[in-house]
């Protein structure tokens, strides 16, 4: 299984942007989501969504971000609006597939299937 982001950049504060990660292999049931890492930060939970569509969101992004994967075929995004700098960070895709395990940032943590990250640098 290989993961890849892709969509960071450098935006102003208030502009929106769309990360995308791609999940090659085979899997069936998976738990996918996204985590970022600024500078001298921990890394921190931003989305995570399960095969059946369930979602979570951390507090700092909740109406701002939104996750999403159409079918397991389909790329996992990031829909990021209102962009602050505090958004400025390296995020990252992660994955597991074992449908046993509720689909949390905590579990997905515990992941060997990470992406490279893509960088989003947001300006005021």
């Known amino acids: 299984v290989d993961v890849a982001e892709s969509g960071g950049g450098s935006v102003q504060a208030g502009d929106s942007l769309r990360l995308s990660c791609v999940v090659s292999g085979h899997y069936s049931g998976y738990c996918m989501g996204w985590f970022r890492q600024a500078p001298g930060q921990e890394r921190e939970g931003v989305a995570t969504?399960?095969?059946?569509?369930?979602?979570t969101y951390a507090d700092f992004v909740k109406g701002r971000f939104t996750i999403s994967k159409d079918n397991r075929q389909s790329p996992l995004y990031l829909q990021m609006s209102n962009l602050e700098p505090e958004d400025t960070a390296m995020y990252y895709c992660?994955?597991?597939?074992?449908?046993?395990?509720?689909?949390?940032?905590?579990?997905?943590?515990?992941?060997?299937?990470w992406g490279q990250g893509t960088q989003v640098t947001v300006s005021s």
């Open positions: 992660a994955a597991f597939f074992n449908s046993e395990v509720k689909c949390s940032s905590a579990a997905l943590r515990r992941t060997k299937y």
């Open positions: 969504i399960d095969r059946s569509g369930a979602t």
